[in-house]
Each structure stands twice: as structure tokens, then as C-alpha cells.
């Protein structure tokens, strides 16, 4: 791409009798890349550090700490630092892995079965496992058999989804990783 | 900044030795200049209170005080300067415009534009001494600069680096549009420095420093491939752009020499404008 002194900057430096042409030769050979800045908050502790997050062409290139947000002031945990892994690992999972009982080897499999498995085991276990009455004679509609660990990831209507979820099947043992 | 750096710079890649030669020049008179002025300017003191307001970001110093040295003083300084760029075109130029000397009306109006935004003004002195108005407004710049380094000195004081709130644009010193920014190694924070203050402040990232545009959708940076260290911030609305360095991708205890970056990166410059966008100073210039 050529670059000519006809620019405001060239026009000015030429009428002070400079030759531009060492910089109008690197200026030309330039290459660039176009990035972008966006501000967020970090998706782990209730703390709710500041990050700036640069893009290019829709892929991060650079997760830091937020200078100017009032309560980091630029600096991040390990578990911040290492966002950008979670933008762009390539060890991320991308798909569906199993375990079966007692099996020391992974299998992979579809959503569609994960998700139907998931959802046959927690009726068993349920209806396997659940009290109606403790043993005063009190209704308790509950199960001791499942517990629940939500994660600092869901915002706060999934989180109100989790909690009426669990509570209505019937689960006391209800976590979330912003408490540890 | 010693003389020696100068060598430096004729080893970077894309810097005209001409404006090396002409730096060179400038450099000379600004430190001759600044050693007769010594204690003499401002005269008098801005205030406590004004230098305390100025630093607070409420008003640009220059706002506060009349920045205009007094008339003989003023003389000395840009009789020296039109000496300092004796043989080169530029000087007969000016002498001949302004007048040789130029009276002390005129010498006035020279110097405040300087630092002042009125493009009208700017547009009425060039008709009136037939000259360009880019090349009157920047050597009313260089002359003013010794001035305006004693006034960012003032207000800075013991304290490092003047601040400004986060929804004030321009120089706490003179208002002026920043030249250029580093953002500093430790957590990124982003300073802009004034070219004719020689003076930093910190602004926010994310913000354009001329129009203050936060619309991040419209606000980007380019990356200079090879040169990671530098990249050049730009903005969509006003179409902005700031050449900056990026502490994080230099050597460990390197420091920023912004009058040296300033030559050394021109060509970033030039590819900018080429691009579409313009230096901040454009945007400021109203009339």
C-alpha cells in the first residue's frame, strides 16, 4: 500500500524543507493488524475484577487486568491471569466425555445421550433415595442422595434456576463455588 | 536529553536524518533558551491554589494564568529561535511573514497560538503574514515550548505525573491534545504526554483522549507487526489517533524518552494519516 507525503504531517514536515523518504519508504512497508479493546468483569469470584480483553478479527489475542476499574486497579489472580487459557486453549474439552462406574477409561458421546443419562440417573437415584417422612413423622420430601455445586459462571437468573431446580427435586445438599 | 541519543536515533529504521538535523536544532535552543529564562518565567508565580487546581484537573494551568512571557523576554527567545533555523527555508519564511522583527502585537498573537484552539485565529494571522497556517501554528509551538516546559515543571513539582479526571480531555498544563502515550509496564495504566509541556498525565484506557468517545465498538489499535512494542490508538468517531508505546514488550528497566519517540516514530505517523485518521491537535482547532 503506497504511502505518499500528501498527509498533514508530510505536507508540514515538506514545507519546513525536510525529506521524508527514509519514513515514507517504512511507512509503506508497514504491515498492521486492526484490534480492539473491550472492558468485562472476570467471570470467577464475587470480587468481580476488571479485565480488558483485546480482539482481532473476533479471536482474543491478550486478556489483562483493568487499570482504571476501582477494585483491581490492573492486577489479577492466577485463576484471572489465566483467562486467556480458557478463550483459547487448545486442551479445552469440545466434546462430551463419559466415565463409566468403576471403568478407568473415557468414552466419548453425543449431548443428546449425556444430557437423557443425566436426567435418567438423577430420577433413579431420586426415587431410589427419596424420604417423605423422616423418621419423627415429619414431612420432609427430600433426598440425601445428590448434591449440587453451582459455579461462579452463572449470573444471577441462572443461579435463581439452579436453586428452585434442586429445591424442587428435593435436594438439601445445594452448593455454589462462591461460597468456598 | 543528551546530545548522544541523537546518534541513536540515525540507527532506527525509517527516521529522516533531516529531522534528526532539525531536532538537533531545536533541541540546542530549547536548552540555551530554558538556561536564559531560568527563574525569570512565569513571572509572576502562578498561585498555590492555581497550580493546586491545575493538578486537581479542574482547568489547565495555562487557563489560570496568562502563559505569555513579557515583551522582551519573548523577543530574546523567538530572535534566538528564527537564528536557531538560520538556513533552512523555513526561517526566511518566517522572517519575512512575521517581520524581521516582528512587532510586539504581532509577537503576542504568535506565541498564544500556541496553545490556543482558535482556528480562526490561527486562519487571520497566516492571511495576515501570508504564510501556512500549519507551518506558523507549529513554529509557534517550538518557540513557546521552553515556556510551556517550565510551566509543566511547575506543575508537576515533586509529585511525578499530573493527573486529570477521567471526563476532562487535554494537557492539565496547557489543554492541548496529547502527542503521544506509554502504557506503563507494572498493570497497564495508560499515560499521555504533551509535546510542548513535555508533561504526562494518566488517562483511562479505553476512552479516546481527543473526543472522548467510550464506545468500545468504535474505538480500536493497530498492531505494528515487528514492532510490538508500538502501536497506534485510534477512534472512529472522531477519527482520532495516538502513536503509544507499550512498556510491556521492552526490555526490563528501559525507559520511555518521549522526545526521541516522537522523532523515531513519525513514519507511524505518516501511515496513520494515510489511513484516514489525524493527530489530536486537528480535533481541538475549532473555527
Known amino acids: ?180 | 536529553m543528551p546530545q548522544d541519543r541523537f546518534d541513536g536515533l540515525e540507527q532506527r529504521p525509517g527516521v529522516s536524518p533531516d529531522v534528526i538535523a532539525l531536532e538537533r536544532r531545536l533541541y540546542g535552543w530549547r536548552r540555551e533558551t530554558a538556561d536564559r529564562i531560568g527563574a525569570t518565567y512565569p513571572d509572576p508565580l502562578p498561585a498555590p491554589a492555581q497550580v493546586d487546581g491545575a493538578r486537581r484537573g479542574s482547568e489547565p494551568l495555562a487557563s489560570l494564568i496568562n502563559p505569555a512571557p513579557d515583551g522582551a523576554l519573548l523577543r530574546d527567545a523567538a530572535d534566538s529561535f528564527l537564528d536557531a533555523l538560520d538556513g533552512l527555508p523555513v526561517a526566511q519564511v518566517l522572517a519575512e511573514g512575521l517581520g524581521d522583527p516582528p512587532d510586539a502585537e504581532r509577537l503576542s498573537r504568535w506565541f498564544t497560538l500556541a496553545w490556543t484552539p482558535d482556528g480562526a485565529e490561527l486562519k487571520r494571522l497566516a492571511e495576515e503574514c501570508s504564510l501556512e497556517a500549519d507551518v506558523l501554528r507549529w513554529s509557534a509551538r517550538q518557540l513557546a515550548r521552553p515556556f510551556f516546559h517550565r510551566l509543566g515543571e511547575l506543575l508537576v513539582g515533586g509529585e511525578g505525573m499530573a493527573s486529570r479526571p477521567p471526563d476532562a480531555a487535554g494537557c492539565p498544563s496547557c489543554g492541548g491534545a496529547p502527542r503521544m502515550a506509554r502504557y506503563e509496564r507494572d498493570e497497564g495504566r495508560r499515560h499521555l504526554w504533551c509535546d510542548l509541556c513535555n508533561l504526562q498525565w494518566t488517562f483511562p484506557r479505553v476512552t479516546c483522549p481527543f473526543c472522548l468517545n467510550r464506545n468500545q465498538e468504535r474505538l480500536g489499535y493497530l498492531v505494528i507487526e515487528g514492532s510490538e512494542q508500538y502501536r497506534i490508538d485510534v477512534c472512529e468517531e472522531c477519527h482520532g489517533y495516538l502513536r503509544a508505546i507499550d512498556e510491556r514488550g521492552r526490555p526490563e528497566g528501559s525507559q520511555v524518552d518521549f522526545p526521541i519517540e516522537d522523532v523515531g516514530t513519525l513514519h507511524l505517523g505518516l501511515f496513520a494519516e494515510q489511513q484516514g485518521y489525524q493527530p489530536g491537535e486537528n480535533h481541538r482547532l475549532d473555527g
Open chain 1, 1 to 180: 500500500m503506497a504511502v505518499s507525503g500528501a498527509t498533514a504531517l508530510g505536507g508540514l514536515l515538506g514545507k519546513l524543507g525536510v525529506d521524508l523518504g527514509p519514513s515514507l519508504a517504512h511507512a509503506e512497508a508497514l504491515k498492521t493488524r486492526y484490534a480492539k479493546e473491550s472492558t468485562t468483569i472476570c467471570p470467577y469470584c464475587g470480587v468481580g475484577c476488571g479485565l480488558i480483553v483485546s480482539t482481532m478479527n473476533r479471536n482474543v489475542i491478550n486478556v489483562e487486568g483493568d487499570p482504571d476499574h476501582p477494585i483491581n486497579q490492573g492486577s489479577l489472580c492466577c485463576k484471572g491471569q489465566s483467562l486467556y487459557q480458557v478463550a483459547t486453549s487448545d486442551r479445552r474439552l469440545t466434546k462430551v466425555l463419559y466415565r463409566a462406574p468403576r471403568s478407568a477409561e473415557w468414552e466419548e458421546v453425543s449431548w443428546e445421550w449425556a444430557i437423557n443419562r443425566i436426567a435418567d440417573r438423577v430420577k433413579e437415584t431420586r426415587d431410589k433415595y427419596f424420604t417423605k417422612k423422616d423418621d419423627k413423622g415429619r414431612v420432609v420430601n427430600r433426598t440425601h442422595a445428590i448434591a449440587a455445586l453451582g459455579g461462579a459462571a452463572l449470573d444471577n437468573e441462572e443461579c435463581y434456576l439452579y436453586g428452585k431446580l434442586m429445591r424442587a427435586l428435593g435436594l438439601v445438599f445445594i452448593e455454589h463455588q462462591a461460597r468456598i
